[in-house]
């Protein structure tokens, strides 16, 4: 019924399966941790930005 599923009897088949598997999932956590610390600066600029404009913003209308 399930002739299309291989399952070696040989168990030193997995090893290049579970070494492309490793350098996969260490990619996608670089990767990830990547994005996080990325993202985490674009927000800190962001904040400095808005609260820069937020300044301004205030010292124009008390000015007027």
Known sequence: MMEFLYFPNDKSEYIPAIIT??????????????????????????????????IEKDEQTSKK
């Open 21 to 54: 598997f490793v350098v996969f999932l260490i990619g996608a956590i670089v990767t990830t941790l990547y994005f996080i610390k990325k993202s985490r600066k674009e927000e800190k600029d962001f904040d400095e930005q808005y609260m820069r404009v937020t």
